[in-house]
């Protein structure tokens, strides 16, 4: 396979569009689209800046938007969309409202956009971690805070990378070609 590097801020719609263009101009039309672009950083609601809340849903809402909304015109019939969402709109854990608020539309965008693609065999499905041992979940938590977030899940660990990615393969692969408009939440049995 061949692979192409793009840079591009997923907050701007006109990055995104460019991003889209350079991936069709080197490697052709495009296939599967993955939005796992995010930002996390726990705030109790009361204490969350506009910076914060206007960077959180630039990111994690926006971004997913620009990309969906390219990926409608633009993804070729037959492809696939899995977007990123999160175990904690689930949880509703305290410090976590920001986020979870901007998670939560990123599922909802899921269910619609599966919807509004119809008649083109393009499924948008969402997976929605638990606690994964990642730099955007261990960033800023203590090892204490950590282990509880380990133990909370009945496999009593966190998550690994491979266990995530492994579940967007099959949602972005041929053997989830009946999946559609669904959110998969790997997590270990926690939610």
Request: glycine share 12%.
């Given at each position: 396979g061949r692979a192409l590097a793009v840079r591009a801020d997923v907050s701007q719609a006109a990055e995104v569009r460019a991003m889209f263009d350079q991936v069709e101009a080197g490697l052709g039309r495009i296939d599967v689209l993955v939005n796992s672009a995010g930002i996390l950083k726990m705030v109790p609601l009361a204490e969350t800046s506009d910076e914060l809340y206007e960077q959180t849903f630039g990111?994690?809402?926006?971004?997913?938007f620009n990309t969906l909304r390219e990926a409608a015109t633009r993804l070729a019939d037959g492809g696939s969309i899995v977007?990123?969402?999160?175990?904690?709109?689930?949880?509703?854990?305290?410090?976590?409202?920001?986020?979870?608020?901007?998670k939560a539309a990123v599922e909802s965008l899921t269910q619609v956009l599966a919807k509004e693609l119809r008649g083109r065999r393009i499924t948008v499905n969402a997976v929605a971690p638990g606690p994964v041992a990642t730099e955007l979940f261990l960033n800023g938590k203590s090892p204490e805070l950590i282990e509880h977030y380990a133990k909370m899940p009945p496999l009593e660990r966190l998550g690994q990378p491979e266990d995530?990615?492994?579940?967007?393969?099959?949602?972005?692969?041929?053997?989830?070609?009946?999946?559609?408009?669904?959110?998969?939440?790997?997590?270990?049995?926690?939610?």
């Open positions: 990111i994690n809402t926006r971004g997913t977007n990123v969402s999160s175990t904690t709109i689930a949880l509703n854990l305290p410090n976590y409202s920001v986020y979870i608020a901007s995530i990615s492994n579940v967007v393969s099959f949602l972005a692969g041929p053997d989830a070609g009946w999946v559609n408009g669904q959110i998969l939440r790997a997590n270990g049995g926690v939610a």
